[in-house]
Nanobody, 119 residues
């Protein structure tokens, strides 16, 4: 069973940076897509950034140029580097794993990590 554990959230001032980490309990090479989602109070969860097993990335328009998703295959880690943070980036951030070769409909979520950006 795939398990995800996020870390790296916290309180930061506007303009600052944070790096979120997601530890994956299995080889991330076996997972089709890894992603970071966020959910702010009163809002729906939204995809912030995703990366496929082939390395293709996608980003929410509002974070393009500020956030970078990356993966370290040997360490089974996925990262979200967040720069130039804004108060509107405040949310709980969740790591997500979607699909494997043997379980294409698999979807797993981490417990979430809170990011608070003060103005």
């Amino acid at each position: 069973q795939v398990q995800l554990v996020e870390s790296g959230g916290g309180l930061v001032k506007a303009g600052g940076s944070l790096r979120l980490s997601c530890a994956v309990s299995t080889s991330i090479l076996s997972i089709n897509t890894m992603g970071w989602y966020r959910q702010a109070p009163g809002k729906q969860r939204e995809l912030v950034a995703g990366i496929t097993s082939g390395g293709s990335t996608t980003y929410l328009d509002s974070v393009k140029g500020r956030f970078t998703i990356s993966r370290d295959n040997p360490k089974n880690m996925v990262y979200l580097q967040m720069n130039s943070l804004k108060p509107e980036d405040t949310a709980v951030y969740y790591c997500n794993a979607r699909g494997t070769v043997v379980a294409p409909y698999l979807e797993v979520w981490g417990q979430g990590t809170l990011v608070t950006v003060s103005s």
